[in-house]
C-alpha cells in the first residue's frame, strides 16, 4: 500500500474529528436567592445578577467567591437600564464565574456600604453551589 492510500483516510477521519463540537454549554443565570442551590457541571458558565443601586452608597460585596469550584471570569459589572432616564435609579450588579472544580460551596454576597464594614449588611445572598 503507498503513503497516499494511507494518508487519505487517515486524514479525512482528523476532518470527521475536527468537525464535531461539544455542545454549548448553557450559561447559568442566577438571579434570586429561591433558585438555590446550583447545580454545574465542570466548565459551566454562571452568571450572578442581582439588583443594585450604587448611587445610595451601598455596594453587593464577595464575602465568600466559592473559589474552591468557582473560577471568576473577570470584575462586576453594574448597568443600569438606559429606559429609566432617571439618575440615580437602580440597575443590576453582574458576575461572571465558571465551574473549575467538583465539590460544594457557599457563594456568599453582602449589600452594604465598603466604608461602614462593622454596619450588618442591609441583604445577603447565600447560594449553595454544587458542581459536578
Known sequence: MTAARL?????????????????ATKVVNLEKQAQCPVEL???????LILP???????????QNPA??????????????????GIVGSA???VWRFQAQTAGE????????QPWAPEVRPVQTFDCVIKVR
Open 7 to 23: 494518508l487519505l483516510p487517515l486524514g479525512l477521519a482528523l476532518l470527521t474529528a475536527c468537525a464535531h463540537q461539544a455542545p
Open 41 to 47: 457541571q465542570v466548565g459551566q458558565p454562571l452568571n
Open 52 to 62: 443594585s443601586n450604587p448611587s445610595t452608597g451601598y455596594r453587593w460585596l464577595l
Open 67 to 84: 473559589a474552591n469550584v468557582l473560577r471568576s471570569l473577570g470584575p462586576e459589572v453594574y448597568s443600569n437600564p438606559e429606559t429609566t
Open 91 to 93: 440597575g443590576q450588579s
Open 105 to 112: 460551596s457557599h457563594l456568599i454576597l453582602v449589600y452594604q
